[in-house]
């Protein structure tokens, strides 16, 4: 079982990334679906998650309207789409098929974003 997350990069305040996280061992369609990121010298914390049930969203409060969680069962992939990108959201992103970090799920190995100008 692997997820690989990717997309991640430099980018200015105020851009746009994309991460995709594609699995492979696994059928995401059974799974909820969590992003998480960790900064420099930070605990790591969930950003957003999508449930397998009923497609549900929920995103952390400082990434609210500015980044959408999403899914393609048939691709067996997951997205991030992140805008309006702040320093802040600088860290390494990881996705995973939980959405609380109980460390029980698949994790990816991460994909870093720096936002700096």
């Known amino acids: 079982v692997q997820l690989q997350a990717s997309g991640g990069g430099l980018v200015q305040p105020g851009g746009s990334l994309r991460l995709s996280c594609a699995a492979s061992?696994?059928?995401?369609?059974?799974?909820?679906i969590g992003w998480f990121r960790q900064a420099p010298g930070k605990e790591r914390e969930g950003v957003s998650c999508?449930?397998?049930?009923?497609?549900?969203?929920s995103y952390l409060d400082s990434v609210k309207g500015r980044f959408t969680i999403s899914r393609d069962d048939a691709k067996n992939m997951a997205y991030l789409q992140m805008k309006s990108l702040r320093p802040e959201d600088t860290g390494v992103y990881y996705c995973?098929?939980?959405?609380?970090?109980?460390?029980?799920?698949?994790w990816g190995q991460g994909t870093e974003v720096t936002v700096s100008s």
């Open positions: 999508t449930s397998s049930e009923d497609g549900s969203t």
């Open positions: 061992g696994i059928s995401l369609i059974y799974y909820r």
């Open positions: 995973a098929t939980e959405c609380v970090d109980y460390g029980l799920g698949y």
